[in-house]
């Protein structure tokens, strides 16, 4: 299975429209950061989780070409933008694809994009919405993948977290139920929000994250979802053993 962090940004991604880099070094390639994605495939299955702003830049720069499912994290518009770009993938196949999110991130999705679901507009619909369930299969010919999904704090709103083949993906969060804890152990591979260094109201900040994977003690941590006010090298340089942070295009084979 080959895990590609296709986006590893906030959500206004890294630099700003502004052109503003914050305390990032703008000659460093691994501070340019998109909208928080990532891409799973095993074998002859592809999976996308959340469709951000720029997923037509970071498929093409990632040379993806299929995609058969996507996972939706939460509704917010740094996840779920680019949902429009899917539409090549159903002319190729004349199939729809399926799309899996809870119920509000499914309704309000439903809602925006209503021409992807019904058509209308000029245009036929691409996507098939499905609830997400606390355990769910996805497959392709032979290959399967399981995974478990559930709920984790994004502020005043949730966000679904996905655990698969001893990876987890928690992208956008700043807090995980006592129950669901032990979904996370033994890990692989930590893939976890790290927004800033100080405190945020909706997003793990430095010093939580490091705290969470000391907790859990997966073998590998990565941070994602990172701020302009923190620059790679100097991030990298201050982490513990077995914690790194992610830079676009990220690639694990696990």
């Known amino acids: 299975m080959k895990i590609t962090i ?22 460093n390639p691994k501070n340019i950061r998109t909208r928080c994605s990532a891409f799973i495939q095993e074998k002859d299955l592809s999976i996308l989780i959340d469709t951000s702003p720029d997923i037509k830049k970071q498929f093409l720069d990632n040379n993806i070409s299929n995609v058969d499912y996507v996972l939706y994290t939460h509704e917010h518009a740094d996840q779920t933008n680019g949902i429009f770009e ?42 098939k919405g499905n609830l997400i369930k606390k355990k769910l299969t996805l497959s392709k010919n032979k290959t399967k993948i399981n995974f478990v999904c559930f709920d984790v704090k994004h502020g005043e709103i949730n966000s679904t977290a996905y655990v698969f083949n001893k990876i987890a ?27 800033k260094i100080n405190p945020h109201p909706t997003h793990f900040n430095l010093e939580q994250s490091i705290n969470l994977s000391k907790e859990l003690k997966p073998k590998k941590t990565i ?10 090298e100097i991030l990298k340089k201050s982490l513990p053993k077995g914690i790194v942070p992610a830079y676009d295009g990220m690639k694990f084979k696990v």
């Open 86 to 127: 899917l539409r090549p993938f159903y002319w190729f196949k004349r199939k729809k694809i399926n799309i899996y999110a809870e119920k509000k991130t499914l309704r309000l999705l439903m809602k925006r994009h209503d021409y992807c679901f019904y058509g209308g507009h000029g245009y036929v619909p691409i996507l």
């Open 169 to 195: 993906y928690l992208s956008d969060c700043n807090g995980v139920k006592n129950k669901d804890m032990s979904k996370l152990k033994d890990l692989k591979l930590l893939i976890i929000d790290c927004l």
């Open 223 to 232: 941070l994602t979802n990172l701020h302009t006010d923190l620059d790679y």
């Open 6 to 27: 296709l986006g590893s940004g906030s959500s206004l991604g890294s630099p700003w429209i502004t052109n503003y880099w914050g305390k990032c070094d703008k000659n």
